[in-house]
């Protein structure tokens, strides 16, 4: 195993760590767009430099902790959103009002769509580390 290699799970949980506890910190999260874009998004840039420069192992990791990092942040925000909304009608007004919308499933929907624009770029950072892999061998 090389040095490099070892690294590579450390990354993997160092981000799903990281991820996990920003969610179970912040508690019941609605995501603005702009937070909800920002993983996708720097995913999307460190999948590109992946590709691009495969010799740089740096610009790799990075990518493995934005990746695990997401998902672990999703996994966890999720269901703790979710339990906090089950708790009663006044959860659903303040999401409506933070969402500024008119009615509690159009304001379901657009949390649900902004939870699902987050991770989206994921299967593009995790296709973009094997291809990297495949060019360097």
Known sequence: MTTRSRWVPLAWG????????????????VPGWGVALAPAGATLVFAVGAIVVPEDE???MVLRVTVALTLG??????????????????RALEL???????????AQERLTTMWLVMPSMVPVGAVALWARRRRAR
Do not use: K, M
Request: glycine share 10%.
């Open 73 to 90: 942040f999703v996994a966890t925000t999720v269901p703790v959103t979710l339990a906090w909304l089950a708790q009663g009608p006044e």
């Open 58 to 60: 740096s610009l790799a």
């Open 96 to 106: 409506r009002l933070t969402l500024d919308t008119t009615s509690t499933e159009e």
């Open 14 to 29: 160092l981000g799903a760590g990281a991820g996990c506890l920003v969610a179970a910190l912040l508690g019941p999260y």
